[in-house]
C-alpha cells in the first residue's frame, strides 16, 4: 500500500527566513508520480508541482524548489525568503500511475506553516 | 476562465438525512474527483467520474454516491447522515487524461456539518 509522511504537523517562522517542509513516501511501484499542493484559508488545494518517479531532477520555480531523492524516498519543498501570504496548509501527495486527473491520490496529513512579520 | 465551482459552500443537515452536493467543473473540463477531508483522516479519496460514468473508487460505504452529467457536471449523494460525515468535500476538476497542463483543478468545497 502506498503511503505518505509529512512529520511536521506545524511550522512557524519569521518573513524572509527560508523553510523546508518535508515529505516521505512509500510505494511498491516503479511508476509514480508526487504532488505538491498548497490549502490557503479559504479551502481549494492549489497545485504546485508534479514530478513522475522518473525525473530526479530539482526544480526550481521562483521562491519554490523541490528535492525529489528516490534514495531516501523523499520529496522535500523549500520556500526561500518566506512571505506572509505562504501561511497555508501544504500536502505531498503521492499517485501510482497518473492520468491526469485528481484521481486516488493519496494524501500526507499536511504541514500547516505560519509565516509572520 | 471560471473557476471550479461547488455548492453550496456550507450545510448543516441533521443525523439520519441525506445530502446532495454539487460540483461544476471547469468548461472542458470531463473529469470529476472527490475528497473528504477531515481532521482525524485527512484527505481521502471518494471517486472520479469521467464521461459520465465512474472510473475509479475509494474505501466509501455504499451511503455514498456520485453521478456525472452530460455537462460534466457532478453530484455527491450522502444518505443516511452519521455524525462522522462532517468534513469538507472538495472536488477537482481536469481534463482526463495525461499531458502537459493537464493537471487538476480543486473547487473551495462544501462544508458539510451534521447534527
Known amino acids: 500500500a502506498q503511503k505518505v509522511t509529512q512529520a511536521q504537523t506545524e511550522i512557524s517562522v519569521v518573513e524572509k527566513e527560508d523553510v523546508t517542509l518535508d515529505c516521505v513516501y512509500e510505494?511498491?511501484?516503479?511508476?509514480?508520480?508526487l504532488f505538491w499542493y498548497k490549502q490557503p484559508p479559504s479551502g481549494e488545494l492549489v497545485f504546485l508541482i508534479r514530478r513522475n518517479s522518473f525525473d530526479e531532477q530539482n526544480e526550481i520555480s521562483g521562491r519554490y524548489s523541490w528535492n525529489f531523492q528516490k534514495s531516501t524516498s523523499s520529496f522535500n519543498f523549500t520556500i526561500t525568503a518566506s512571505q506572509v501570504v505562504d501561511s497555508a496548509v501544504y500536502f505531498c501527495?503521492?499517485?501510482?500511475?497518473?492520468?491526469?486527473?485528481?484521481?486516488?491520490?493519496?494524501f500526507g496529513t499536511g504541514t500547516r506553516l505560519q509565516v509572520t512579520l | 476562465k471560471a473557476g471550479v465551482t461547488q455548492t453550496p459552500r456550507y450545510l448543516i443537515k441533521t443525523r439520519g438525512q441525506q445530502v446532495t452536493l454539487s460540483c461544476s467543473p471547469i468548461s472542458g473540463h470531463r473529469s470529476v474527483s472527490w475528497y473528504q477531508q477531515t481532521p482525524g483522516q485527512g484527505l481521502q479519496f471518494l471517486f472520479e467520474y469521467f464521461s459520465e460514468t465512474q472510473r475509479n473508487k475509494g474505501n466509501f460505504p455504499g451511503r455514498f454516491s456520485g453521478r456525472q452529467f452530460s455537462n460534466s457536471r457532478s453530484e455527491m449523494n450522502v444518505s443516511t447522515l452519521e455524525l462522522g460525515d462532517s468534513a469538507l468535500y472538495l472536488c477537482?476538476?481536469?481534463?482526463?487524461?495525461?499531458?502537459?497542463?493537464?493537471?487538476?483543478?480543486f473547487g473551495q468545497g462544501t462544508r458539510l456539518t451534521v447534527v
Open positions: 510505494t511498491r511501484d516503479t511508476t509514480y508520480y
Open positions: 501527495a503521492l499517485s501510482e500511475g497518473y492520468t491526469g486527473t485528481a484521481s486516488k491520490l493519496t
Open positions: 477537482a476538476s481536469s481534463l482526463g487524461f495525461d499531458g502537459p497542463n493537464t493537471e487538476a483543478f
